[in-house]
């Protein structure tokens, strides 16, 4: 019998952090990305290395796409959250390229597929990987818009009058279905952090070698501005040459004057001593991971002997409720106790079949919602398209996207010019609906004015009539 290989154990933990930019905060962090603004960390003979794995590749263009998704949602203000950026990476030594188990390619492109299923590629406006770093890294940049479909809603209203007395009842309300900006339904909660690192580590990291970070951790990131900063410290406290201090030796020693001598000994000292003044810097840094470290197995034994002391309260409990009673006793209780547990899940069970029983009518009810209005789009021109509002024609045409019998109506959408390829209107096609604008408004008479006379006494029948 051959014994399978032994599986190869986590080798680090995974990386993936999350940031809310506003739109202040999106164009320094495209720049950063993009390399179009002076990143000190990152080897710039290197760069040409890095990759885009959406079309969008500098930040204008990343802006553009972004912009696009924002015309879907009816909530966006000056304020919001308008991009999730997520940093995906792991531990230096747990890539191939250092021996270790994690091929780069691959775990970036199981972290895309999972954001993708996560937020929808449509959204994902931006997805760069960055080689010309220390350790590789993920960048994806997410328009967050959540779809929420449509529902009722119930309010009191004054219905009439009994006796004198108002008289109040609950009517439903429909809710439209709508697409709004929310960076806070995914990640408005601690516990929603909680599971985004869960679940990334079940479906990406454990199945590239890597594992989960610490729950209960008490580590936070060290940013490059932190990172520079512990640096700077460090060779100010190791280098402190200045003109002053050579002034007298330099006018004695050569021509130079005392700024040209001092900038050429600083030279060959940070050259000498650099290395050395970086450890020292990491060196801070690592003293400060103790600490933290030291802190989430302070928080995991907290925790723990929270949980210790709410067993140990329920054991209490439930000896004061069996007290005096006999051995024959306590087991009848007992069996009743799991005579009624399988009852709640044969309930439970039910319900869930009930349930599911339910959401299959609606399929169904959707279903043939969707072929009617698939049959009314066959012979929809496509101008006709063209003016209807932005959400509507949006919803049309990924509906003509995803059925076959709608792809001869799709193709001649899109040979008509009017439209992009998302749906959006081309400049042909704004250009059609400005100029149809007019004609709208001069079908109304203007207020103050009185409409024309309609032979026989009649007045012209309205839009809706013709």
Known sequence: MKIPPKAKSPHGATVIRVVKLNKNKLGASLAHTYRTMPVP??????????????????PKEVQAEVRKRLELADNVTDNSVRVIEYIVSAPHEAFSEQGGPVAWEKYFRDSLDYLENRHGADNIVGVNVQLDEQTPHLVVYVVPLVRYPATTRKREVIVGKRDGEIVRGVRAFPVPSRT???????????YQLRELQTTFAEEVAIPNGLRRGLHNSAATHVTTRQYHQALLRKMAS???????????????????????HAARITSLVVDHYAPIVESAAKADIEKKRANEMAETARRTEAALEREIEAHRRIREKYSSLVAGLTDDEVKGIREFSRDRLRERQKEEEAKKRENAKRQEVERVERKKQENEKATNLRHMPAETLARLDNHQRIQLWRLAMVRDDLEKTLTRWMESGLFNGDGTLSNRGKTLVEKSAPELHTSHPRRGVSPAIHPKGKRPPSSFER
């Open 180 to 190: 709004a900006l929310s960076a806070t339904y995914y990640m408005g909660k601690r």
């Open 41 to 58: 960390h990152a080897d710039s003979s290197r760069t040409h290395l890095n990759q885009d794995w959406r079309p969008a590749s500098s």
């Open 238 to 260: 190791n280098l402190d040459l200045t003109s002053k201090d050579l002034e007298f030796q330099g006018m004695l020693w050569s021509k130079e004057s005392p700024d040209e």
